[in-house]
């Protein structure tokens, strides 16, 4: 099955900081990857994603990129915002089989920004 | 409607009752899935249902949970006896079945056993 290492948190930085989330995948197959985020009192909604390799997912200035060579799928985002501060979730898509129609979230990665 | 919703929002219970959660998915979706977040572990996968296939209890931590969906629509969460570590947030997701891989989350079901 899949598996997923996500950077530890809690990340806290300064407004208009750059952030990067680290992500890294085992799976069989080709999956899809998500990324998934939780902003406080809310539920989880879809925050970008890609579906082959050299993708690269983009939404509410966030990007992250599909790289097979390295099984990774780090969250970027050049200036961030108080408003982002969230859980992040990655979480790849079990690309067949059995699996089929699972995902496999990383543990999460608090971030708050300040002000 | 609109979005997955649960039911009851927030659940307390004493240990040793059952308890029941309920999940109403988007209109037409036909894969439905049971998770449960608990603090600082992330999102644990309890239990899948596509279709009228047969349900993906794999994730499902104990016999004392258990899932149906009725109708291809409306599913209930039940735990028994429940446990004090059965304390978390039930969340509920949907997603559309063909062609569309994007889960569509509810705002989860508090559970608290005293």
């Known amino acids: 099955g899949n598996s997923v290492t996500q950077m530890e948190g809690p990340v806290t930085l300064s407004e208009e900081a750059f952030l990067t989330i680290n992500c890294t995948y085992t799976?069989?197959?080709?999956?899809?990857l998500f990324w998934y985020v939780q902003y406080p009192g809310e539920g989880l909604q879809l925050l970008l994603k890609?579906?082959?390799?050299?993708d690269k997912g983009s939404n509410k200035g966030f990007e992250a990129t599909y790289r097979k060579e390295t099984t990774s799928f780090h969250l970027e985002k050049g200036s961030v915002q108080v408003s982002d501060s969230a859980v992040y979730f990655c979480a790849p898509h079990a690309a067949g089989g059995t699996s089929y129609g699972k995902l496999t979230f990383g543990q999460g990665t608090i971030l708050t920004v300040h002000p | 409607g609109a979005g997955v919703s649960q039911s009851p929002s927030n659940k307390v219970t004493e240990k040793g009752k059952d308890v029941e959660l309920r999940c109403d998915p988007i209109?037409?979706?036909?894969?439905l899935y049971w998770y449960r977040q608990s603090l600082g572990q992330g999102l644990e996968f309890l239990i899948y249902?596509?279709?009228?296939?047969?349900?993906?209890k794999s994730g499902l931590p104990s016999d004392r949970f258990s899932a149906e969906r009725t109708g291809g629509s409306v599913s209930t969460l039940t735990i028994q006896r429940t446990q004090q570590e059965d304390s978390a947030v039930y969340l509920c997701?949907?997603?559309?079945?063909?062609?569309?891989?994007?889960?569509?989350f509810g705002p989860g079901t508090r559970l608290t056993v005293l």
């Open positions: 890609a579906t082959k390799a050299d």
């Open positions: 249902f596509q279709g009228n296939s047969a349900p993906d």
């Open positions: 209109s037409g979706h036909t894969a």
């Open positions: 799976a069989t197959g080709y999956p899809s």
């Open positions: 997701a949907s997603r559309r079945g063909t062609g569309g891989l994007e889960q569509f």
